[in-house]
Structures are given as structure tokens and as C-alpha cells.
């Protein structure tokens, strides 16, 4: 009996570590491609979210209402980790010759960002 409490115990209680994801939903603006987007996401990537933990995938709705908006899903290992990455990425933003902001002048000049949210997986 002891084992079986113990297994379900396991089973069922909320496990200490848990990824977190960044949903980003976005409208590409006139004269910016998907092509030209998923370029600025890739060397967001091998810059500096390899620098920082934090991985950005781009989906395209297939079915749906938000057939027009590009879907940005970024990951990083945990809630701590999405924070201080966060951290950094808003920090340096001050500085218009940070890497940070001139990859966010990119991505501002050729989408425009309709909603975020972020999500604990478990």
C-alpha cells in the first residue's frame, strides 16, 4: 500500500521544473516577406538567443481565424531563465547600438506585434 501511495504521489504532484514558452502573434507589414521575418528570427537565434537559452520557432496558421498573422513560439528551459533573458533583451533596448535593439528595429520594421503571451509547460 505504502508503494502505491508513493507511485501516485509521483505521478500526480506538480513537477519542480517546467519549460516556458513566448507566444508572439504578429501581422507581417507591406514589403516584408515571411522569408525576410524567419531570416531575422534565425540570426536572432545564432546570436543572441544561443547567448541567452531562448529558442524561436515562427508558425503559420493553416486553418483558423489568425490565417494572416505569423506565430512566434520561443522557449527557454524554465520561468527563471525566460526572466533573465527578458531582463537583458528590455535593459538593452536603451542603448540603440545594442544588438538587442537593432534586432528589435528589424522585427519592428516588418511586422507589427498583435498580442503575447507566455505559458509554463509541464
Same mark, same amino acid.
Given at each position: 500500500?505504502? @508503494?502505491?501511495?508513493?507511485?501516485?504521489?509521483?505521478?500526480?504532484?506538480?513537477?519542480?521544473?517546467?519549460?516556458?514558452?513566448?507566444?508572439?502573434?504578429? @501581422?507581417? @507589414?507591406?514589403?516584408?516577406?515571411?522569408? $525576410?521575418?524567419?531570416?531575422?528570427?534565425? /540570426?536572432?537565434?545564432? $546570436?543572441?538567443? @544561443?547567448?541567452?537559452?531562448?529558442?524561436?520557432?515562427?508558425?503559420?496558421?493553416?486553418?483558423?481565424?489568425?490565417?494572416?498573422?505569423?506565430?512566434?513560439?520561443?522557449?527557454?528551459?524554465?520561468? /527563471?531563465?525566460?526572466?533573465?533573458?527578458?531582463?537583458?533583451?528590455?535593459?538593452?533596448?536603451?542603448?540603440?547600438?545594442?544588438?538587442?535593439?537593432?534586432?528589435?528595429?528589424?522585427?519592428?520594421?516588418?511586422?507589427?506585434?498583435?498580442?503575447?503571451?507566455?505559458?509554463?509547460?509541464?
Amino acid at each position: 500500500m505504502k @508503494k502505491m501511495i508513493l507511485i501516485a504521489a509521483m505521478l500526480f504532484s506538480a513537477p519542480a521544473f517546467a519549460n516556458t514558452i513566448d507566444v508572439i502573434s504578429s @501581422k507581417l @507589414k507591406p514589403g516584408c516577406t515571411f522569408a $525576410t521575418y524567419m531570416g531575422i528570427t534565425k /540570426e536572432f537565434n545564432d $546570436t543572441w538567443g @544561443k547567448a541567452h537559452g531562448y529558442n524561436a520557432q515562427l508558425m503559420l496558421p493553416v486553418h483558423g481565424t489568425d490565417s494572416g498573422l505569423v506565430i512566434w513560439v520561443g522557449t527557454t528551459a524554465s520561468a /527563471e531563465a525566460f526572466g533573465k533573458a527578458w531582463d537583458v533583451w528590455r535593459n538593452a533596448l536603451a542603448n540603440p547600438n545594442s544588438t538587442e535593439a537593432k534586432l528589435q528595429t528589424r522585427f519592428d520594421a516588418c511586422a507589427t506585434q498583435i498580442s503575447r503571451a507566455s505559458y509554463d509547460t509541464y
